[in-house]
């Protein structure tokens, strides 16, 4: 599955890429779909933010692997990934709840540690580095939530 110009990519490297590009798919489908369902400015705001920010990686992620990843269309390297925000697009989420917005950071923030326990595993410079950048800008997503919530209290 990746295409790049390293032979040290191991199995957990490329099962971490695949899950990696799921997290950004879905995430950005729950996302465009959350910002569309709240009236509150800031917080469809942030969730624009992070439907946007979702969609950049995919891309770059995508590209630097060499990996093809049409919008909304199928791709046999993801089955079997299911995410929450599968299941989460479904449900009636209350963005101006609390407890809702306090789960999603929760739930944000497994992803995140599943990409630094993933980064500390690879031996791959060039996945490290990789992973590295988008762990930042998941950092970033995980602080617009928070100060949504900050504001929320």
């Known amino acids: 599955m990746l295409d790049v ?4 990519y191991t199995h957990m490297d490329e099962i971490s890429a695949t ?15 959350a910002a569309e369902s709240v009236e509150n400015y800031s917080i469809k705001r942030a ?6 920010t979702r969609q950049e990686l995919l ?6 692997l060499a990996i093809d990843m049409p919008d909304n269309q199928h791709d046999p390297h993801l089955d079997g990934i299911k995410l929450w925000y599968t299941d989460a697009i479904d449900q009636a989420w209350d963005f101006s709840d609390m407890m809702v917005l306090s789960k999603l950071r929760a739930l944000e923030s497994k992803n995140l540690d ?21 762990a930042a800008r998941f950092q ?4 617009l939530l928070d100060s949504i919530i900050a504001k929320q209290s």
């Open 5 to 8: 110009s390293s032979h040290s």
């Open 19 to 33: 899950y990696l590009l799921a997290v950004c798919r879905d995430g950005k489908l729950f996302y465009s779909h």
């Open 47 to 52: 969730l624009q933010q992070m439907a946007i």
């Open 59 to 64: 891309k770059e992620v995508s590209a630097k």
């Open 114 to 134: 599943s990409l630094i326990q993933a980064i500390k595993k690879t031996s791959n410079q060039y996945s490290r580095e990789l992973m590295s950048n988008v």
């Open 140 to 143: 970033l997503c995980l602080d």
